[in-house]
T-cell receptor, first 113, second 113 residues
Framework: NAGVMQNPRHLVRRRGQEARLRCSPM?????VYWYRQLPEEGLKFMVY????????ESGMPKERFSAEFPKEGPSILRIQQVVRGDSAAYFC???????????FGSGTQLSVL | GQQLNQSPQSMFIQEGEDVSMNCTSS?????WLWYKQDPGEGPVLLIA?????ELTSNGRLTAQFGITRKDSFLNISASIPSDVGIYFC?????????????FGTGTRLTIIP
């Protein structure tokens, strides 16, 4: 029973490029959450999705960031025109029901040069 | 936004010692979760608490949901080297339809040889 799968583990982008981060939830989980973590800090909520719907995007910057969780396939966090300040670890979590025992993936470390 | 104060920020202990850490909030939570994060990995769920006063164990780990619903405690008995890492508390606000899982700032546990 595979856990939450995130890829890539490491992503290097130059300023102005696009970053696409993928997350496949645990089997049977239809709720997906994205968090961002800076070094030596806790996790900051970005967005909560349930299949094909964005439930809460209050933690996501209004510009350049978007997320989706299509009917088929993984959830995608997309960052357009990346800047150095976007460098961070991005974690995805999934749960079987709304906010019940979130299980996290290993994260994607985004580095913007 | 919701504030979660986690203490201590860091702990330096010897192998075999017991460990205690806590998390306090400025308002009420209806769920507390405790996670451990190893370097370069995502947080791993240790214990989930759902009722005020609840005391739950997972091996050498014991966590309690405070009676006031504004705090939670995690204890580790007879620490071993693999306990090294960062421990995060996370609390879920009782705001049906608009919940958010807020993370504390973490307690970094180091074992001194």
């Amino acid at each position: 029973n595979a856990g939450v799968m995130q890829n890539p583990r490491h992503l290097v982008r130059r300023r102005g490029q696009e970053a696409r981060l993928r997350c496949s939830p645990m089997k049977g989980h239809s709720h997906v959450y994205w968090y961002r973590q800076l070094p030596e800090e806790g996790l900051k909520f970005m967005v909560y999705l349930q299949k094909e719907n964005i439930i809460d995007e209050s933690g996501m910057p209004k510009e350049r960031f978007s997320a989706e969780f299509p009917k088929e396939g993984p959830s995608i966090l997309r960052i357009q025109q990346v800047v150095r300040g976007d460098s961070a670890a991005y974690f995805c979590a999934s749960s079987p029901r709304r906010y019940e025992k979130l299980f996290f993936g290993s994260g994607t470390q985004l580095s913007v040069l | 936004g919701q504030q979660l104060n986690q203490s201590p920020q860091s702990m330096f202990i010897q192998e075999g010692e017991d460990v205690s850490m806590n998390c306090t909030s400025s308002s009420i939570f209806n769920t507390w979760l405790w996670y451990k994060q190893d370097p370069g990995e995502g947080p791993v769920l240790l214990i989930a608490l759902y009722k005020a006063g609840e005391l739950t164990s997972n091996g050498r780990l014991t966590a309690q949901f405070g009676i006031t619903r504004k705090d939670s405690f995690l204890n580790i008995s007879a620490s071993i080297p693999s306990d090294v890492g960062i421990y995060f508390c996370a609390g879920l606000e009782p705001n049906f339809g608009n919940e958010k899982l807020t993370f504390g700032t973490g307690t970094r546990l180091t074992i001194i040889p």
